[in-house]
């Protein structure tokens, strides 16, 4: 199942994102976004943005992709903006699926995040057994 949902969010690649503000309010956001083949996601954004404030105040993530075809993943992880070798690391798996990212270091405050799954559910409404599939890590 886990290469399964790899294949999916890569070829979706895109989410919305859902975090939540220092008061207590949640937000979203479109964001493009990459998978690591451990469900790993990472995502770019600069650092005026509400999410990255809301992320570096409180990393509980949530997220869905996928938008049509009968087909969504629900994805609860933690974020975190990695640095040194970790940073490079997850760069090159965004960078894999969306080339033009590297255009986009040269932007002021352009920020990576990591994201870690705690929690993922497949829903695949065009299989006639097991359509809901869940995976706790």
Do not use: C
């Amino acid at each position: 199942m886990k290469q399964e949902i790899f294949d999916f969010i890569q070829a979706t690649g895109y989410a919305v994102v859902s975090t939540v503000t220092p008061e207590g309010l949640p937000e979203a956001a479109l964001v493009a976004i990459a998978a690591s083949p451990d469900l790993e996601l990472v995502f770019d954004t600069v650092d005026t943005t509400r999410k990255h404030a809301n992320l570096m105040a409180k990393p509980s993530f949530a997220l869905v992709i996928g938008f049509g075809d009968e087909k969504t993943v629900q994805y609860e992880g933690e974020a975190a903006a990695p640095g040194g070798a970790d940073l490079e690391r997850y760069r090159e798996i965004y960078f894999r699926r969306w080339p033009d990212g590297r255009d986009r270091l040269a932007w002021r405050g352009i920020v990576h995040f990591r994201v870690k799954p705690r929690w993922i559910r497949f829903s695949d409404y065009t299989r006639k057994a097991e359509p809901v599939r869940e995976l706790t890590l």
